[in-house]
């Protein structure tokens, strides 16, 4: 709700990274990335929200998260 997210533009990231990607090429997201060998976990920031697992294949990273500014 108004903030904004600088993501670095990469096609891979590292087990706990905040990522931007794009699930099924279709629906983007921002989530905490762990490969879990042929399959993926999304971890949302928001403890309420569940994790997505998917298979590896479907998970296009398209950024990682380097910062983040918050309007107050």
Known sequence: D?????????PDAT??????????????TLKRFY???SR????????RMRALEV???DVEIRGVVRGLLRKF
């Open 40 to 47: 993926v976990r999304l971890q949302p920031a928001n403890s």
């Open 15 to 28: 087990d706990g990274e905040a990522v931007v990607a794009l699930l099924r090429g279709e629906e983007a």
């Open 2 to 10: 108004g903030d904004f997210v600088i993501v670095e533009s990469r």
């Open 55 to 57: 298979p590896a294949e």
């Open 35 to 37: 490969r879990r060998g």
